[in-house]
């Protein structure tokens, strides 16, 4: 069975930092690509970031590339989104989904696992 965990979310104050986690399980991690997304309530997911199995990663936006940064631990079956400087419009709920590729993609399409979510809360 394939497993998506994400955690490290909170309640944080605006400038503050935080560091997502996505364990997989249930999947050979190193041939996987793995996407962030976040999704506040009556709105599409949208997409944060991106890493392929290649290591190669994108961001959604100019300001996500200069706030946040993805990476991965194949030794521990682990994609990591680190956010710094955070803002008010970053309260979300941020996913992490699996897909087989060596590309990874921000469109939310290309994932065939999800994880429950992890909430972030930025307060001001």
């Known amino acids: 069975e394939v497993q998506l965990v994400e955690s490290g979310g909170g309640l944080v104050q605006v400038g503050g930092s935080l560091r997502l986690s996505c364990v997989a399980s249930?999947?050979?991690?190193?041939?996987?690509?793995i996407g962030w997304f976040r999704q506040v309530p009556g709105k599409e997911r949208g997409a944060v970031s991106c890493?392929?199995?290649?290591?190669?990663?994108?961001y959604f936006t100019d300001s996500m590339k200069a706030r946040f940064r993805i990476s991965r631990d194949n030794a521990k079956n682990t994609v990591y989104l680190q956010i710094n400087n955070l803002k008010p419009e970053d309260t979300a709920v941020y996913y992490c989904?699996?897909?087989?590729?060596?590309?990874?993609?921000?469109?939310?399409?290309?994932?065939?696992?999800w994880g429950k979510g992890t909430l972030v809360i930025v307060s001001s």
């Open positions: 249930g999947i050979t991690f190193d041939d996987y690509a």
């Open positions: 989904g699996a897909a087989l590729s060596a590309l990874c993609s921000l469109s939310h399409r290309m994932y065939d696992f």
């Open positions: 890493i392929g199995s290649s290591g190669g990663s994108g």
